[in-house]
Every structure is written in C-alpha cells, then in structure tokens.
C-alpha cells in the first residue's frame, strides 16, 4: 500500500460523505455550542442578579459604616480638639513652669555663686583663726610650761628655805634645850638655896608655935603672917623680875619677820645632810680618826631637800 497513488483514494463519493459528516458535525457543535451559550447567558443573568443584590446589600453596609465612621471620626475629631486644647494649656503651663523653673535657678544659681563665695572666705577666715589658735596655743603653751616651771621652781626654794628654816629652828631649839638644860644643872644649887633664903616658913612656924606662950592675939598673929606673906612676895616678885628672858621661841620668831617669816636666817646656811655629815667626821675624829665617807651627789638630792 506504500507504492499506491493516494490520489486513487479521494473519490467524489468519499469527499461527499466526509463533507456531509463535517456539516453535520459543524451543525451539532453549532446546537450545543448554542445550547452552552444561552446556558452561560442564564447564568450570566444569575450572576448580574447576584452582582447587583450583593452590591446592593454592600452599599447598604457600605453607608451604614460610612455612617458609623462619620459619627466616630466627628467624636475623634471633638476628642482630638480636646486633647489638643489640653495638650495646649499643658504646654502652656508647662511653658510658664519652665519659665519660672529658669528664673529661680538663674537666682539660685545666684544666690550659689555668693554663698560660694561667702564659704571660701569663711573658709580663709577659718585657716586664719586656726593659724592664729594654734600660734596662740602655742604661746599660750611655751608661757605656761615657763610659769609652771617658774611656779615649781619658786615653790622648790620656798619649799628648801621652810626646811632650812625648820631645820634652824630645830638646831636652835635643841641648842636652847641644851643650854637650858646646862644652866638648870649649874643653877640648880643656887635656885634651891636662893628658895631657902626667900623663904618665910620657918618664921611663920616661929609665930605660930610661940604664939600660945607669948600671948600673941589673934589680930597680932594674922598682922605677923600678913607682914611675913608680903616680904616673901616682895622677894619672889624682885627675883623673877631679875631673870633674863630665854630663847625666843618659834612663833615669836615668825612674828619678828612677818615678811619672810618661813626662811632660814642666812641664805648660805649649810643643809642639814651637810650639818649631820660635818658632825659624823667630827665624832669620826673624836673617836678614831679620820675615815673616807662617800660624797653626796647635788643632782641625787630633791631640789626641796633642806
């Protein structure tokens, strides 16, 4: 069938009945494509309907919510006038408080410049008033410490001169003692004899025992023992008128010199280490001889020692 003439094929008949099957197949599309086009215009019409119902019903909303929001934007818009008219005074009196906020603190800012100022001058016045108090307590300290020291070495003679006073005082009670003591010995023999001499008893025990014997009244008698009372106190008054006065004593000492009344009669008169040592080498000699005693160091004395 390769090597065949395909021209052989095409016969009127076949081409007729292959036209005749086309047309009625172009018809039958043509019916069904009708049918499919006036089903589509159905539906088209039904979606229109449908368009227009729901675009109907959406306006509706549409103006509904155009209503809505006309209504809230007029409160926003009232809300926002109020905010802003709040937020305008806000600003103002916040405005107003920064303006006086500024004003105190350009006068505190003022009144800190001054007080700084006022501070380092009390703070040089201080520093001056420290160096001054220091200077001061210093002198104050350098004319004590020479007052006290004055003070103490004032008191240190007067302590020194009362000792050597009371040592004098001491050596010349016990010279008195002593001397006293000696004169009693050596009077003594005279004072009972010169007793004897002034005495008036016996002459008195004469009277009185002669009296009955003698007829001696009683008037005579007390007129003989008055006469011989008043010479014996005419005797005794002339003796002790005769004697001399002793030593003087401490407080008639003190009363003699009442500006210096507790210091020694000689500023150079010798301690009483110095009296006591000089008569421990002089009973050293007396007894056996001389003999090395140690020395008595000035400083290992207190300055009050007498």
């Known amino acids: 069938m390769a090597g065949q003439d395909p021209s052989l094929e095409c016969t009127w008949e076949k081409l ?13 599309a043509a019916l069904k494509g009708n049918e499919r086009v006036a089903k589509e215009d159905m539906r088209k019409q039904q ?40 937020a305008k005074a806000l600003k103002e009196k ?13 006068i505190s800012e003022r009144q800190s410049q001054v007080l700084e100022k006022e ?17 001061r307590r210093t002198e104050m300290m350098e004319a004590t410490n020479e ?18 006073f009371a040592f004098e005082v001491q050596e010349d009670a016990f010279t008195s003692i002593h001397r006293m003591q000696e004169k009693i010995r050596n009077s003594n023999d005279i004072a009972v004899a010169s007793a004897a001499s002034r005495s008036r008893f016996e002459q008195l025990y004469q009277v009185a025992a002669t009296r009955a014997t003698d007829g001696i009244s009683e008037k005579q008698f007390q007129q003989e023992k ?53 008569r421990a080498i002089a009973s050293q000699f007396q007894t056996s001889g001389p003999i090395a005693l140690p020395k008595v160091a000035e400083m290992e004395r207190p300055k009050t020692a007498p």
């Open 16 to 28: 007729s009945k292959q036209i005749t099957q086309c047309e009625y197949l172009t018809q039958a």
């Open 47 to 86: 979606v229109q309907a449908k368009r227009r119902e729901i675009m109907e019903e959406h306006q509706k909303q549409v103006d509904v919510h155009n209503r809505e929001l006309e209504a809230g934007m007029r409160g926003i818009v009232q809300k926002a006038h109020m905010e802003i008219a709040e």
């Open 94 to 106: 916040a405005e107003a408080d920064f303006e006086e906020i500024t004003r105190k603190a350009e």
């Open 119 to 135: 501070v380092k001058r009390l703070y040089r016045l201080m520093d001056k008033l420290d160096k001054e108090h220091d200077k």
């Open 147 to 164: 007052e006290v020291e004055q003070t103490m070495d004032g008191m240190h003679r007067e302590v020194r001169d009362v000792a050597l």
């Open 226 to 278: 008055a006469k011989l009372m008043s010479e014996w106190w005419s005797d005794w008054e002339g003796h002790v008128n005769s004697l001399s006065p002793g030593p003087a004593s401490l407080a008639q000492i003190v009363a003699s010199r009442p500006d210096t009344p507790m210091k020694p009669s000689s500023p150079n008169r010798p301690r009483s280490v110095q009296v006591a040592r000089d």
